[in-house]
């Protein structure tokens, strides 16, 4: 037996160093590979042979040696279930293969991820026994960072196709390459517009007082990794911070933050424009492989894409606001313009200004204007009733130095500042912070100002000062062509009262009433008029007429006709001589242009026992309407043609008697020519029954009263296109039946 053991176990020796030449064989054909290979003998798995690659993924220096248990050179296998493995294909002789196996390799914090392709497979000596372990395999860490990285990136791509929000972007990206490189600690910095300063972007695993303090940093030689790589536009690599000069300036904060070495990559668009900084630091110091530059340069390109697009979404942003504030701007002039300009009083104008500026230009706003030498505040807004009555109360100094409204008034130049006004006012119980003081230039000359005072901490802008010019621009136009309206509406009133009479004269046995309504604002003159005078022989004169347009030449006109009316009538008899005297002065004047044409009902009045003798021609006119005690309603019907057309009118005259009670009712066109959108004209029949609605034997400025408010009430307060004018004449009781004691005679 003993023999026979001698015999075998010589034999199993044998076999195992044949084995064993192999496996040094297949060492040494391992040897310049990067594939991993290591055989192992007996059930401890005693490492035999191992080529170069393995020892290096493993971590080399004390681990390079051979003769040793794998679970004794390698410790952190077993927990991991590596030597389990071992143990099962020493015992079956079955071969297992891993894919994608995580194996953490080295000592506690120390420890490298790793990830390996590898076999398991059986030795075996000549006699088929398995006398040991052989592995093959190949680390496909750098693989699967790259695989990992790549997905990373497809979904860095991903947001930012979706604009997700750029520090979103950045910080994912920091986290993923720190998931990648656990020993790596990412930041990107952002670079501004014109390349000069770094701003944080994002670094998750930077200690907060460490971002708080590059924050800002300016780009240039000797301003660390960062810094300088900004300003060189290339990759700076720091592999010991506490002995690089680049870092002279920040190693104490380097220092507490427990950084050591820092490579930083320059961020860059496709114009070379410097858009950041990509930093990987490191906890030791160190230098970097050809994979942590190339890793830096694709993160660097992705950040690049990430940047450039959330600049593009920002530049369309704000290209997107300036239109919209252009837009709300021109808006808001253009209602500005529509409100100043419908303001027809120069007052209300300005105080329209106060208040369209505030709040939208300022919370508190006041206009001011010289006149007679004196500063007036004419018009103030402020959010509060009390704030309000404070800015209207203040009145500037005109000759003060010290005061801004003075100082615009005498120099036509816009002012703005960014602090209290100077010279005495409420300023402190109104909480200003600064203002803006526009001139109302009329021709170039000030005439007031607009003061806008803001309460924030950011009082003006360019933006709205020039705003706020250009609203003042606006405001004073429209106030100096109010002014002129006013002016001419006060020229056109005070011509117009010159060609009526101020009073209807009294005449003997007659009562007289008149009813005049100028179309549209009066500015233009009107063509209606109407005179009463007496003739010098006891008998009176009345004229109602209309003259054809508007204006200067209508007021001349009218003037023309009443003047010689006046003139001629007492030296002629005959109301149509009167007339016809009135059509040759038309025509004798300017003969030579188309000057319109008159309407007139002129006639004679005379008192009598038994009322008053009524001699009238009518020429071209609207028909008079004749008032009787029974309050029928009759057209005195009296032919006449036009009259200044430059053809002889074909004028008849009729006489007849006003009884006592009986009026005569003169009128122009504008009144039964009179409408609103909706309505028919008034009417010869509507006024018809006005008349007869009146009281029983009414008085003249009754039935002046009565027409007035029906036609009122007819237009329900719509502006008339034609001037109205109405002349009524009553033939009044003899004095006699007036004094009757018995009462029955009017009072």
């Not at 030498?373 to 959010?383: E, M, N």
């Not at 500015?523 to 005078?533: H, K, N, P, S």
């Not at 008697?657 to 909706?678: A, K, Q, V």
Request: glycine share 8%.
């Amino acid at each position: 037996m003993t023999a026979e053991r001698e015999r075998r176990s010589t034999s199993e020796v044998r076999r195992s160093g044949e084995v064993r030449d192999t496996d040094e064989d297949l060492s040494m054909l391992f040897g310049t590979s990067t594939a991993l290979f290591a055989s192992m003998a007996g059930p401890a798995h005693v490492l035999e042979a191992a080529n170069p690659a393995f020892f290096t993924a493993i971590g080399e220096g004390r681990r390079e040696r051979t003769g040793v248990p794998l679970a004794e050179l390698m410790p952190e296998l077993p927990a991991q279930g590596f030597i389990a493995l071992l143990d099962q294909v020493f015992r079956t002789g079955t071969r297992h293969v891993g894919r994608d196996a995580r194996v953490l390799i080295g000592p506690g914090d120390e420890a490298r991820e790793a990830y390996f392709d590898f076999t398991y497979e059986a030795r075996r000596d000549a006699g088929g026994n398995v006398i040991g372990v052989r592995m093959i395999g190949v680390e496909t860490t750098h693989v699967k960072h790259a695989r990992r990285l790549a997905a990373e990136q497809r979904a860095l791509l991903e947001q930012i196709a979706r604009q997700a929000p750029l520090s979103d972007v950045l910080d994912g990206m920091c986290r993923s390459i720190e998931e990648l490189s656990p020993e790596v600690i990412v930041s990107v910095l952002l670079a501004d517009e014109d390349g000069r300063h770094l701003r944080h972007g994002a670094a998750p695993s930077l200690p907060d007082f460490y971002n708080r303090a590059i924050d800002g940093i300016a780009t240039g030689e000797g301003m660390g990794s960062c810094g300088t790589a900004g300003h060189r536009r290339r990759t700076v690599i720091v592999t010991d911070i506490a002995a690089d000069p680049l870092w002279d300036d920040f190693r104490g904060l380097a220092g507490r933050a427990g950084l050591a070495a820092c490579w930083s990559t320059p961020i860059l668009g496709r114009d070379e424009q410097l858009l950041g900084t990509f930093a990987m630091y490191h906890r030791t110091p160190r230098a970097p492989q050809d994979t942590d530059l190339a890793l830096a340069r694709v993160i660097a390109d992705t950040a690049a894409l990430a940047i450039e697009r959330h600049r593009a979404e920002q530049a369309r942003l704000a290209a997107d606001a300036r239109e919209k504030a252009a837009r709300d701007d021109l808006a808001f002039l253009l209602a500005a313009s529509t409100a100043l300009s419908g303001q027809l009083d120069e007052r209300q104008v300005l105080q329209r200004l106060a208040t369209l500026s505030s709040p939208v230009l300022a919370p508190l706003a006041a206009v001011d204007v010289l006149e007679s030498g004196r500063v007036h505040r004419v018009a103030a807004a402020a959010p509060a009733d009390d704030a309000r009555a404070l800015l209207a109360a203040h009145v500037p100094a005109r000759d003060d130095e010290d005061d801004a409204v003075a100082r615009v008034l005498a120099s036509g130049l816009t002012e703005v500042a960014r602090r209290t006004p100077t010279g005495p006012g409420p300023w402190r119980e109104l909480g200003v912070t600064g203002y803006v003081c526009v001139p109302l230039l009329d021709r170039g000359r000030p005439f007031g100002a607009l003061t806008l005072l803001a309460t924030d901490a950011h009082p003006f802008d360019g933006h709205r000062v020039a705003l706020a010019e250009e609203l003042a621009r606006r405001a004073a136009s429209a106030a100096r062509n109010a002014r002129q309206y006013e002016q001419s509406a006060a020229l056109a009133r005070d011509l117009q009262t010159g060609l009526l009479l101020p009073d209807l004269p009294e005449i003997p046995g007659a009562r007289l009433a008149a009813f005049y309504h100028p179309a549209g604002e009066g500015l233009e003159i009107g063509g209606d008029f109407y005179d009463v005078f007496p003739r010098g022989d006891g008998s009176w004169a009345f004229i109602l007429g209309d003259v054809c347009g508007r204006g200067a030449k209508a007021a001349t006109t009218t003037a023309l006709v009443r003047h010689t009316a006046r003139a001629v009538a007492p030296l002629l008899d005959d109301p149509v001589d009167v007339v016809k005297a009135v059509d040759k002065a038309l025509n004798d004047r300017y003969a030579h242009q188309n000057n319109g044409f008159v309407t007139l009902v002129h006639g004679h009045l005379a008192p009598t026992a038994d009322g008053l003798a009524v001699h009238l021609v009518r020429a071209g006119h609207t028909l008079p309407l004749l008032l009787d005690t029974d309050h029928r309603v009759d057209t005195v019907e009296a032919p006449g043609g036009l009259l200044g057309i430059g053809i002889p009118p074909r004028l008849a005259a009729r006489r007849f008697t006003l009884r006592p009670g009986e009026s005569l009712f003169l009128y122009t066109d504008g009144i039964t020519e009179c409408r609103t959108e909706e309505s028919e004209q008034y009417g010869e029949v509507r006024l018809a029954k006005a008349l007869a609605s009146v009281p029983r034997r009414p008085g003249a400025a009754d039935i002046v009263e009565a027409v007035a408010e029906d036609v009122r009430r007819y237009v329900a307060g719509a502006n008339v296109e034609d001037d109205q004018a109405a002349l009524v004449i009553t033939a009044d009781e003899p004095p006699a039946c007036r004094d009757r004691p018995d009462g029955t005679g009017r009072g």
